[in-house]
């Protein structure tokens, strides 16, 4: 728990400064937790999905790490509704 909410934190800090590197350094640590607790899912946004697909972008060794977010995440729309990343 206190790894997500300082993984958060981390993600708030980057996204005031702009800093893509600690963006994809926060992704990285958040993947790490999320591997080690195999029952919590990810849960991404449009917002948090655009900024991964930004950092992937940014960061070509970060790139295998995003692509296993994305394969493992269910996504919600702004409204909260489930929904398939494609539609």
Do not use: Y
């Not at 997500?4 to 934190?9: E, L, Q, R």
């Not at 950092?55 to 489930?82: H, Q, V, Y």
């Amino acid at each position: 728990m206190r790894m997500a909410i300082f993984t958060n934190k981390a993600m708030e800090i980057a996204d005031r400064l702009e800093n893509w590197s600690l963006r994809e350094r926060a992704f990285q640590m958040d993947l790490e937790r999320h591997e080690r607790l195999v029952n919590e899912p990810w849960v991404l946004d449009d917002e948090e999905v655009r900024i991964l697909a930004g950092t992937m972008g940014r960061f070509p060794n970060f790139r295998a790490a995003g692509w296993r977010i994305l394969n493992e995440a269910r996504f919600i729309d702004a409204e909260g509704g489930a929904r398939w990343l494609g539609a």
